[in-house]
C-alpha cells in the first residue's frame, strides 16, 4: 500500500486542522492506519491510530479530546482531525499502515506516507 499524507499547514494556537492519508491499492481495509508526528531533534511519537473497521480507536494520553482519527475504506482515505492546537503540536505528521494488530511503536508499521507539516504559532 501507498500512502500520501496531506492538509498540513500553518495555524494559530487554539486553531484547527484536518489532516488527510490517501491510500492507493485495494485493501485499505485491511490495514491498521495509525498517525506519528515528529518534531525537530525528537523521536517520532505516536498519535492515534484506527482499526480496520473504524471500530476502535486509540490515542495518545497527550492528544485525547483534541485530536479525532476516522476512516473511510470506501475511499481509501483516513482523517486526523486536529483541534485546539498548541505551539507544542508543531511537527511533521506521518500516516502509516500495518496489517498487524495495533500499535504505538512506529516499527510495527511497515507502510508509510511522506509527511506533512504542522506548523502551530503562539
Known amino acids: 500500500v501507498q500512502l500520501q499524507a496531506s492538509g498540513g499547514g500553518l495555524v494559530q494556537a487554539g486553531g484547527s486542522l484536518r489532516l488527510s492519508c490517501a491510500a492507493s491499492g485495494r485493501t485499505f481495509s485491511t490495514y491498521v492506519i495509525g498517525w506519528f508526528r515528529q518534531a525537530p531533534g525528537k523521536e517520532r511519537e505516536f498519535v492515534s491510530a484506527?482499526?480496520?473497521?473504524?471500530?476502535?480507536?486509540y490515542n495518545a494520553d497527550s492528544m485525547k479530546g483534541r485530536f479525532t482519527i476516522s476512516r473511510d475504506n470506501a475511499k481509501n482515505t483516513a482523517h486526523l482531525q486536529m483541534s485546539s492546537l498548541k505551539p507544542e503540536d508543531t511537527a511533521v505528521y506521518f500516516c502509516?499502515?500495518?496489517?498487524?494488530?495495533?500499535?504505538?511503536?512506529?516499527?510495527?508499521?511497515?507502510?508509510w506516507g511522506q509527511g506533512t507539516q504542522v506548523t502551530v504559532s503562539s
Open positions: 502509516a499502515a500495518s496489517s498487524g494488530g495495533y500499535s504505538y511503536l512506529a516499527n510495527r508499521y511497515p507502510y
Open positions: 484506527i482499526s480496520r473497521s473504524g471500530d476502535n480507536i
